[in-house]
């Protein structure tokens, strides 16, 4: 995740609009760094004041945004809508909060409740999620390392019913900046961008981030269904928002990036690199589990990343089986993956 720290401030006309101010608050995980909550501010003559995303629950996230709001003269208790590009604790820790001070609504995509019960999953989901740790050779220290990090993420959040669920393409009705909800699963199963067309700005959540290519996670599937494929959802999802003519599009973590069609082409250079680096360690190691090839690829963050790492080497292993490059075996109760082509660079 980005570390890159930013200030509160108001945009001007010139980089988007004077409708838009940012406040960052203290994720308080290392390595994350900040979350940028982003302020619409109403049009004159109307009091509705939304807030794109809220940071984690905590005492210095909770003072960070009320800081921030006072220094762009708004207060809490005026909010009236916080909108969610995702339901990742730093995005919606703080929701249940503001709701309180303020009695403001909640907007979020309809598949909010798949990240908030990826968080505190019931005993079912946790077994399946365990079943499959198991598939892919994953050690259970490992597993129970994983499962305590998470639960320390699960920590700085408080659940919020929503007001109201959002649908891919659905308009925001904003006196004067009305967004566009773009559904673009990948990172997780409810993350959307918001497209403002007027101004022409997108939100980007954690789709779009600089400096750093977002984790796209893995996702347990439900029921009888195949598992979703987290990578090549997220190459779709580029591909969905690459064409909106964007000015400037503002993260949910650093600074605001002004060409998102170059940093998606950098995203896509670095999955070629990776799918080439896999393929190698295949072609050399013959049949392989995905916590193999993990610990070949990420000699180091395989012990205290499990989680990430594992997602990054079978969302290739995904791409790699689509395009015909590795077969793909169960057996003995675990997945293994064999070396048939190398990838050419798409
Ligand atoms: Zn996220
Ligand atoms: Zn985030």
């Known amino acids: 995740m980005a570390t890159e720290e930013v200030d509160v401030r108001r945009f001007s006309a010139k980089e988007s609009s004077t409708r838009v101010g940012r406040i960052p608050t203290p994720s308080g995980f290392p390595g994350l760094g900040d979350i940028n909550s982003y302020l619409i501010f109403p049009e004159d003559n109307s009091d509705e004041l939304i807030l794109i995303d809220t940071g984690v629950r905590s005492d210095e996230a909770w003072q960070s945004l009320n800081d921030g709001l006072k220094q762009l003269d708004c207060r809490v208790e005026d909010i009236t809508k916080i909108i969610l590009t995702h339901g990742h604790t730093d995005h919606y820790g703080q929701a249940h909060r503001i709701h309180k001070a303020s009695g403001c609504e909640l907007w979020a995509h309809e598949n909010l409740w798949m990240t908030i019960e990826r968080m505190q999953p019931p005993p079912d989901r946790l077994e399946k999620e365990l079943y499959y740790y198991s598939l892919w050779g994953v050690d259970q220290e490992l597993v129970d390392k994983a499962l305590a990090r998470r639960a320390g993420f699960a920590s700085t959040y408080e659940a919020m019913e929503p007001t109201h669920l959002l649908k891919d393409g659905e308009q925001i009705d904003i006196p004067g900046f009305n967004l566009e909800t773009v559904h673009t699963p990948g990172h997780c199963p409810d993350e959307v961008i918001y497209w403002q067309a007027e101004s022409q700005v997108i939100f980007s959540g954690d789709h779009l981030l600089p400096h750093i290519t977002p984790v ?35 993260p949910s973590h650093g600074e605001p990036i002004l060409d998102h069609c170059e940093l998606i082409n950098s995203y896509n250079l670095s999955t070629d690199r990776r799918l080439l680096k896999i393929s190698r360690i295949l072609e050399k190691g013959g049949w392989m589990n995905p916590m193999e090839i993990a610990k070949e690829l990420f000699p180091k963050a395989w012990q205290e990343q499990m989680v990430p790492v594992m997602s990054e080497i079978l969302g290739h292993c995904d791409i790699l089986e689509a395009g015909g490059h590795v077969a793909m075996e169960e057996k003995a109760g675990l997945i293994r993956y064999r070396y048939i082509s190398t990838p050419p660079p798409s």
């Open 216 to 250: 796209c996670l893995l996702q347990i599937p439900y029921g009888d269904e195949a598992r979703p494929p987290s990578l090549i959802q997220y190459q779709a999802s580029l591909a969905k928002v690459a064409p909106y003519p964007a000015r400037v599009t503002y």
